[in-house]
């Protein structure tokens, strides 16, 4: 098993900056690919970002590449998501997973965490 929790939600103006972490424990973190998936009231769930086991490969989803940038650090077990720029349309609850000894936008993902809310006030 492993389990995933993320933080660094919160409320911020449009245009400004946040950053989320997950961090993870349970297993060998660097076994895992990583994603950041988000979901607004009334919406499905979408693919926001994702990042290769090693951290060498990135996946953006087009509504915030440029503004979002993926990382991890697998000393700390912990994958950030930096988030610029952001828009009202940004709001959701902001979910990492992990896949394990893969990554990427396809297939599906086998950890969640439980989630952290995104609010961009216009």
């Known amino acids: 098993q492993v389990q995933l929790v993320e933080s660094g939600g919160g409320l911020v103006q449009a245009g400004g900056s946040l950053r989320v972490s997950c961090a993870a424990s349970?297993?060998?973190?660097?076994?895992?690919?990583m994603g950041w998936f988000r979901q607004a009231p009334g919406k499905e769930r979408e693919s926001v970002a994702h990042?290769?086991?090693?951290?060498?490969?990135?996946y953006y989803a087009d509504s915030v590449k440029g503004r979002f940038t993926i990382s991890r650090d697998n000393a700390k077990n912990t994958v950030y998501l930096q988030m610029n720029s952001l828009k009202p349309e940004d709001t959701a609850v902001y979910y990492c997973?992990?896949?394990?000894?893969?990554w990427g936008n396809g297939g599906s993902y086998d950890y969640w965490g439980q989630g952290t809310q995104v609010t961009v006030s216009s």
């Open positions: 997973a992990a896949k394990y000894l893969d």
């Open positions: 349970g297993r060998t973190f660097s076994n895992y690919g």
């Open positions: 990042i290769s086991r090693s951290g060498r490969n990135t």
